[in-house]
């Protein structure tokens, strides 16, 4: 059974950091994208950071570009996202999914974030972003 569980959610005040965490199981995690997107009420979904354990590359949404960090950690089977300089435009539930096709980055690119085409989907982590 696939699962993908965010944990590290949290309240933090604006300019305040959070490690948000994917844990995966029941597929090759070596060989898929993991990628963090966030939905705040009201407003679209959005692809906000993907990393290929692949080959390493990561996808990063402008408006968090030099904020936050994607990482991987294969024996871990974790994908961490390190959100620093928090905004409270950040707030929102984050969610992690998985897609094993090479071009997932390449598509998440070219629709800046919103592509929504993710094989796996898995549970979401609130961040309150307080201003």
């Known amino acids: 059974e696939v699962q993908l569980q965010a944990s590290g959610g949290g309240l933090v005040q604006a300019g305040g950091s959070l490690r948000l965490a994917c844990l995966a199981s029941?597929?090759?995690?070596?060989?898929?994208?993991i990628c963090w997107f966030r939905q705040a009420p009201g407003r679209e979904r959005e692809g906000v950071s993907c990393?290929?354990?692949?080959?390493?590359?990561?996808f990063y949404v402008g408006s968090v570009q030099g904020r936050f960090t994607i990482s991987s950690d294969n024996i871990k089977r974790t994908v961490y996202l390190q959100m620093n300089d928090l905004k409270p435009e950040d707030t929102a539930v984050y969610f992690c999914?998985?897609?094993?096709?090479?071009?997932?980055?390449?598509?998440?690119?070219?629709?800046?974030?919103?592509?929504?085409?993710?094989?796996?989907w898995g549970s979401g982590t609130q961040v309150t972003v307080s201003s």
């Open positions: 990393f290929s354990n692949s080959d390493s590359s990561k």
């Open positions: 029941g597929f090759s995690f070596a060989d898929h994208a």
């Open positions: 999914a998985a897609d094993p096709r090479t071009t997932a980055l390449e598509r998440m690119t070219r629709y800046g974030g919103r592509w929504f085409g993710m094989e796996y």
